[in-house]
């Protein structure tokens, strides 16, 4: 069995967990509607408004005036991140993080030790609970699908377990939207075909898939079935380590990109740091408003965790792309990575470079945000852009 | 227009110019060269935005006046597969250029002239002139140790120094360090440096020779221009400050190992064959009059190697990469060399015997 965990409205959460005498009031994690924000996350309070992440705050202001936005305050739910993550590392070190409020656990190694997959879940989710004060919503599943699908079914607070034999039953009535990479195109497709449900995609012959679809169709095809066969990937064997963002509204303002640019680099960084593993190339990745995609790389003389020396690489990466159109969505990622050990062999450096000082600036970063709740750390850019909004 | 040119005459200018062209570009009129007849003048220009290549010559014959830019690479190659001694006639019309020699013909798309980048002109460079083989010794002797793709990238390059006197070119990635100079005519109250990006070194050092012609250097704001005979070379410069490069050049030192250059360098070739591109640290141990390098893989495999030297002092361990040793051996012409060590923490400073113009710095590895 797998397990998905995915946080409830994890920054809003977070949010509640420090300021209590918010809880119970509309809540919006993000930038300001005068700087053309973006939400970032909303509580549920303020969900049952119809404010939902990626929506312009002013769109949401206005859905719900009493709404109390607030600034991102990223280093804080990186610092909480790791901590859910220390506890999913009591029952398995098979852990694959989607982003800072998301992983997949495989525990089919500690059942002997911790009970059944579901008496592990249960007990994550408990300790979440307790420990924490945040709540998770958890689904079990026979693969990386199905559980992710489960544990989206009863947020907040959810818990599903999708038996082996119920599988299928499971998923046939489920609509195609729920299949992975059905966007906006594909769901046309399926709506021609007079598609709409998993048990409708299944029965279709895989031919039929292939003509429509091109290879993602008999991908597809097996979705359906409940065919998946992707493992779960820990960090640290993970190939690369990357985050993106997509826009509700697309954004051409280069100085917005950059300050989320920052954000997404101090993710990446953060958790290369946390698998402690090592990053040579240095990925960014655009799309614009009309669905096109460029990502540009560089690789760098020597692998590196430090937050500045990829910020300066992709940062530069970004000065180099002219942005001809609006953006929808920005990533940056990091490959080529080695894992700390590897660095046995250490070259010296002539001049006193930017990695020697700042890789001491890092430690002690992520030392205070580990250590210290509130006193978050982190850069002054993506500061400012909380201070203006 | 029209030119007509016979191929040997036509195919080195070509070359030359065409080399900047760079296969992937941002944009059509990049992979084009300018082609401008005037009088009997035929004036070729390559670009890629950052370095500029201008042939100049002469044609005999009738010819008809005219500006157009063409495909640089079909061009060239059209130009190298045709026989020796061929005759090439280029008969611009329209957008289509109709290049004919002997029984061969091709029809190639031209794009206009006017929208061929023009570097901005220099204004009130300063001027000074050297010898063409000290320029070219200057560079041979250092551009190995350019960084690449460096973040800092004002490393992705080589520093000139101009001095009063003489010319000084320094180049460095981080982890070792290549300095050398020579004789200039060079005018000048205040040292002044500049950063020639590593791509127009590269270029730069295919142009010139060993002969003792005198060049003339022009240093702009933004530029640098070189002018031999037939062919102007300009470059951007990179607009940034070099790392203080004195400050780690070590003294020449406490210790001193003075070996045979070329029995070292086949000692670290050998040894070398078991690191790989990961694993490139080789560890020296000292011991009076005998150095012995060894590399450990892996595999768990090992080399060793004993080279008997000229050494008086302490026994004592370093490790360094020893792709940069080889580098700076490369490098050194003399019979003999010095290696100026401190200590296992310090860089070390290699010098061939009385070759003082030169120096290699390359900072120590932990292994």
Redesign the interface.
């Known amino acids: 069995m797998i397990i998905h965990i995915d946080m409830d409205a994890f920054f809003a959460s977070v949010e509640e967990l420090d300021q209590p005498e918010l809880r119970g009031k509309p809540i919006i994690v993000g930038g300001a509607a005068e700087s053309r924000g973006v939400v970032a996350a909303a509580n549920y309070v303020a969900r049952k408004q119809g404010i939902h992440s990626a929506m312009p705050t002013s769109r949401a202001l206005r859905l719900c005036p009493q709404a109390i936005r607030l600034p991102v305050r990223m280093a804080r739910y990186i610092e909480i991140s790791h901590q859910i993550r220390a506890i999913f590392g009591r029952y398995t070190p098979i852990i694959e993080p989607l982003s800072l409020d998301e992983a997949f656990l495989d525990v089919r190694g500690s059942e002997r030790l911790y009970g059944s997959a579901e008496q592990i879940a249960r007990r994550i989710k408990l300790e979440i609970k307790t420990e924490l004060g945040l709540t998770a919503s958890v689904g079990l599943g026979v693969n990386k699908f199905i559980a992710k699908i489960a544990s989206d079914l009863d947020k907040p607070d959810g818990f599903v377990l999708v038996p082996r034999e119920q599988t299928q039953s499971f998923l046939d009535p489920l609509p195609v939207s729920r299949l992975w990479g059905v966007g906006k195109a594909t769901h046309q497709i399926f709506d021609r075909l007079g598609v709409q449900t998993m048990a409708q995609v299944r029965q279709l012959p895989v031919a039929v898939m292939q003509d429509y679809f091109g290879n993602h169709g008999q991908q597809l095809w097996q979705l359906a079935q409940g065919i998946d066969e992707r493992r779960v990937v820990p960090e640290r064997q993970a190939k690369s380590i990357s985050h993106e963002t997509t826009f509700a509204q697309d954004i051409s303002n280069r100085q917005a990109l950059l300050a989320c640019l920052m954000d997404l680099t101090e993710q990446v960084s953060s958790r290369l740091r946390h698998a402690e593993m090592l990053g040579r190339t240095v990925q960014l990745k655009l799309r614009f408003a009309d669905f096109k995609s460029i990502t540009r790389s560089?690789?760098?003389?020597k692998p590196t965790q430090t937050t500045e020396?990829l910020w300066?690489?992709v940062s530069?990466l970004f000065e180099q792309c002219t942005l001809s159109q609006a953006v929808r969505l920005i990533g940056m990622g990091v490959s080529n990575l080695h894992h700390e050990t590897?660095r046995?062999?250490?070259?010296?450096?002539?001049?006193a470079?930017?990695d020697s000082r700042q890789q001491a600036l890092d430690e002690l970063a992520d030392k205070i945000n580990n250590r210290f709740g509130k006193s978050t750390l982190h850069r002054a850019s993506s500061t400012r852009r909380s201070a203006d909004s | 227009m029209n030119i007509n040119i016979q191929r040997e005459q036509l195919l080195k200018p070509l070359q030359i110019v065409s080399s900047v062209v760079e296969r992937r570009q941002s944009s059509p009129i990049l992979s084009n060269l300018l082609v401008n007849l005037k009088g009997n003048q035929l004036t070729l220009t390559g670009t890629d935005l950052e370095v500029e290549m201008v042939a100049k010559l002469e044609l005999m014959g009738n010819n008809e006046e005219g500006e157009v830019t063409l495909p640089a690479r079909k061009l060239l190659d059209i130009c190298k597969t045709l026989p020796e001694g061929a005759q090439i006639d280029i008969n611009i019309n329209d957008d289509k250029a109709l290049v004919k020699s002997g029984r061969s013909r091709f029809s190639l798309v031209t794009l206009p002239a006017a929208e061929f980048p023009n570097l901005e002109p220099m204004e009130e460079p300063f001027e000074f002139s050297m010898k063409q083989k000290d320029l070219k010794h200057l560079i041979e002797k250092t551009q190995f140790s350019m960084?690449?793709?460096?973040?800092?990238?004002y490393l992705n390059g080589l520093m000139l120094e101009l001095q009063s006197g003489k010319l000084l070119a320094v180049a460095?990635?981080?982890?070792?360090?290549a300095l050398s100079e020579a004789e200039a005519e060079i005018n000048i109250e205040e040292s002044r440096q500049i950063i020639v990006p590593r791509k127009g070194v590269q270029e730069l050092v295919r142009l010139i020779d060993d002969s003792e012609s005198i060049l003339t250097i022009q240093i702009g704001k933004n530029h640098i221009k070189v002018e031999l005979p037939d062919i102007t070379f300009t470059s951007k410069l990179i607009d940034g400050k070099f790392?203080d490069y004195q400050q780690?050049i070590p003294p020449s030192g406490q210790i001193v190992i003075k070996c045979d250059r070329n029995l070292l360098h086949q000692a670290f070739t050998r040894t070398s064959v078991l690191s790989n591109e990961?694993?490139?640290?080789m560890r020296l141990s000292m011991e009076p009059n005998l150095i012995r390098a060894t590399v450990h893989n892996p595999e768990q495999e090992e080399a060793e190697e004993e080279l008997e030297v000229d050494y008086s002092g302490d026994q004592f361990e370093i490790?360094f990469?020893v792709s940069y040793l080889l580098d700076a051996l490369n490098a050194v012409d003399t019979e003999e060399v010095n290696v100026h060590l401190t200590d296992s923490?310090h860089?070390c400073l290699i010098q061939g015997e009385g070759e003082n113009d030169s120096k290699y710095?390359v900072?120590?590895?932990?292994?």
């Not at chain 1, 560089?298 to 003389?301: H, K, S």
């Not at chain 1, 046995?344 to 001049?351: D, R």
């Open positions: 560089v690789t760098l003389d020396v300066q690489a530069k590897e046995v062999q250490e070259q010296a450096e002539l001049f470079t930017i | 960084a690449q793709q460096d973040v800092r990238y460095t990635d981080g982890h070792r360090l790392p780690v990961k694993y490139r640290g490790g990469n923490n860089s710095v900072m120590p590895m932990r292994l």
